[in-house]
């Protein structure tokens, strides 16, 4: 669903990494809270292994999901690759859990380490490894004009969002988006690792959400008349008005697969 051709989210997405292109810290949005730099270089190239538990479903959505976004922004196929034991594995880059849980490992934390022989990303919960693979995400696309393999610099990140709510308020109720548009949304959420999407989905202008049990919310509750010349959104003074018949709701199904996509990225829908 990744689309990088949308001006306002690119707009969005360039004005943060304006902010975290420092001579300091790695190009990775936000600016972590821990980044050490060592000496060493490591390249990633066309058919590097990406592995994960056999035994984690979630690393195993998180290697596919960077495997997926390396190949559309860089032009190189990553191999997500289940194996017994991370510990133990030769892959390029891993994904992996801490071998001992403590409180040391808060919610949405991770470590993500690039040696001159591999990357580890270890992370207590799922959006703390999630979190990781962005980053990583974002250091294979630091030079974003350039494809084929990716050199990195070798350095120890510990980060973890200072704020547990990170969201984002979009107002269907007033004017309705395409449903793509909102799965756009969520894409670039999960890249700057925003976890909240508010839905305003009723107001006084429509209600969005379809209730079977109560049909004319919907039906009557879901549309409104506007006025403009040509019967478009916009208009001129002066000029005869025509009215158009605006609106829409989105069904229940529609509603359940997005709350179940954006959970894989970690975003938890708020109506």
């Known amino acids: 669903m990744l689309n990088p051709t949308r001006s306002l989210l690119c707009g969005f997405a360039l004005l943060t990494a304006a902010f975290s292109a420092t001579a300091q810290s790695p190009?990775?949005?936000?600016?972590?809270?821990?980044?050490?730099?060592?000496?060493?270089?490591?390249?990633?190239?066309?058919?590097?292994?990406?592995?994960y538990s056999a035994?984690?479903?979630?690393?195993?959505?998180?290697?596919?999901?960077?495997?997926?976004?390396?190949?559309r922004t860089r032009g190189i196929r990553l191999m997500p690759q289940a194996v017994a034991s991370t510990a133990t594995s030769h892959a390029a880059i891993a994904l992996a859990r801490p071998?001992?849980?403590?409180?040391s490992w808060a919610t949405e934390f991770y470590e993500l380490t690039v040696s001159a022989s591999q990357i580890n990303i270890i992370a207590g919960d799922d959006a703390?490894?999630?979190y990781g693979t962005v980053s990583l995400w974002q250091l294979l696309t630091a030079d974003?004009?350039?494809?084929?393999?990716?050199?990195?610099?070798?350095?120890?990140?510990?980060?973890?969002?200072?704020?547990?709510?990170?969201?984002?308020?979009?107002?269907?109720?007033?004017?309705?988006?395409?449903?793509?548009?909102?799965?756009?949304?969520v894409d670039w959420m999960a890249l700057e690792k925003l976890n909240?999407?508010?839905?305003?989905?009723?107001?006084?202008?429509?209600?969005?959400?379809?209730?079977?049990?109560?049909?004319?919310?919907?039906?009557?509750?879901?549309?409104?008349?506007?006025?403009?010349?040509?019967?478009?959104?916009?208009?001129?003074?002066?000029?005869?008005?025509?009215s158009l018949h605006y609106g829409g709701f989105y069904t229940q199904q529609q509603v359940r697969e997005l709350v179940a996509y954006a959970a894989k990225r970690n975003i938890t829908i708020v109506p």
């Open 27 to 51: 190009s990775i949005v936000p600016v972590p809270r821990s980044a050490v730099s060592k000496p060493g270089t490591l390249q990633i190239k066309d058919g590097a292994v990406i592995a």
């Open 55 to 71: 035994k984690d479903s979630a690393a195993k959505f998180d290697a596919e999901y960077l495997a997926s976004l390396v190949q």
């Open 99 to 103: 071998s001992i849980t403590t409180a």
């Open 128 to 130: 703390g490894l999630f």
């Open 144 to 185: 974003e004009a350039a494809s084929g393999p990716a050199i990195l610099h070798a350095v120890d990140i510990n980060d973890a969002p200072q704020l547990r709510w990170r969201g984002i308020m979009l107002d269907s109720a007033r004017h309705m988006q395409p449903i793509e548009f909102i799965y756009n949304l």
């Open 196 to 242: 909240t999407l508010h839905w305003h989905l009723t107001d006084d202008q429509g209600w969005r959400l379809e209730i079977k049990r109560y049909p004319k919310l919907t039906q009557v509750g879901g549309f409104r008349t506007l006025y403009s010349p040509t019967g478009s959104l916009g208009g001129a003074a002066g000029i005869t008005q025509q």
